[in-house]
């Protein structure tokens, strides 16, 4: 095959695809290869980013929106203010229990790839279907009749998430105990209130 | 076009190495990147195949998955700094108390 048969065949898709995914990949590394978790975070939003170009190639242009508005735009801002917050600085484990395990991972990551990739092989090449799916409005008819109740579940979710976060996160301080016991006080007060007293204690000498 | 194996490849490399990260990572805030970092394998495997086989209902998938990963990242950050202001520390080996 010489050099212009070569040419003629690779298409505009492939070299884009194979740039992203090589991206993709170092970026990945990168976030498991770092021991400074802002680099990790870094480098994560290069891959979530990659990864919306991704799904562009593949004809989901609403799938890449939200990847990088709420993945690369809200989670990962989430990320980096607890790194901020925390500010931890980089320390070497007391205890090191795990000295060993690292080494494992080599050829567990060389195990697992070559399993996934025989599972890859089973399964067939679908040619690509003639209308890609990916539109805004293919996607709201979908959610909103036949996956009203897992998209209403997930709503659920994230109210329970948002109160659960709020009570984990909560700092419990002096004041914050008081104020409860002010409060459970005067909802256990059997005595009257005073001011009442007063009114009482008027009407009665009115009435002497 | 790009094969729909191309996509399934970069997905599995993705993931094993999401894996990898659990295993090596000792700070609780990067295993929680090589969470999220699975999770977005995953969505590239339903977009891939949402988009080969003609149906939405995988990027709809996608949907949920991500909102799940919003859900989850918020109570786990605010775990991990409930867990950093009791034992100052964000190494998940030293959180050990139910450990026998």
């Not at chain 1, 590394?29 to 891959?47: D, K, R």
């Not at chain 1, 562009?56 to 993945?71: E, H, K, M, S």
């Not at chain 1, 008819?141 to 579940?153: D, I, Q, R, S």
């Not at chain 1, 659920?156 to 909560?170: D, F």
Request: glycine fraction near 4%; proline fraction near 4%.
């Amino acid at each position: 095959m010489d050099v212009n048969t070569l040419l003629n065949t690779i298409e505009i898709s492939h070299i884009l695809f194979l740039g992203f995914a090589a991206l993709c990949v170092v970026a990945a590394f990168n976030v498991i290869l770092q021991h400074n978790p802002i680099y990790s975070a870094l480098a994560l939003i290069i891959v979530l980013c990659t990864l919306a170009a991704l799904f562009v190639t593949l004809y989901a242009p609403f799938i890449a929106a939200i990847q990088v508005l709420v993945y690369a735009g809200a989670i990962m801002v989430l990320f980096i203010f607890v790194i901020m917050l925390l500010n931890v600085r980089e320390e070497e484990s007391k205890t090191d229990q795990q000295k060993y395990l690292k080494y494992l991972a080599v050829p567990f990551f060389l195990a697992m790839l070559g399993e996934v990739f025989a599972v890859i092989k089973t399964v067939g090449a679908p040619p690509a279907s003639a209308n890609p799916p990916g539109t805004v409005e293919s996607i709201a008819n979908g959610m909103f009749t036949n996956y009203v109740l897992p998209f209403e579940a997930a709503s659920v979710l994230i109210l329970m998430a948002i109160v659960g976060s709020m009570l984990l996160a909560r700092r419990e301080s002096a004041a914050d105990t008081n104020l409860i016991e002010d409060a459970l006080n005067a909802a256990n007060r059997s005595t009257p209130m005073p001011a009442i007293e007063t009114v009482r204690e008027i009407e009665e000498e009115v009435a002497a | 076009m790009v094969p729909l194996s191309w996509y399934l490849a970069l997905s599995a490399v993705l993931f094993t190495i999401g894996v990898v990260g659990v295993i090596i990572q000792r700070n609780i805030i990067s295993l929680f990147m090589c969470i999220e970092l699975m999770l977005n394998a995953v969505n590239l495997t339903l977009v891939a195949f949402s988009r080969f086989l003609g149906d939405v209902t995988g990027q709809l998938f996608v949907f949920i998955v991500m909102t799940v990963a919003a859900a989850e990242a918020a109570v786990g950050l605010a775990i991990i700094i409930s867990l950093f202001r009791s034992r100052e520390t964000i190494n998940v080996d030293e959180a050990d108390l139910l450990r026998l």
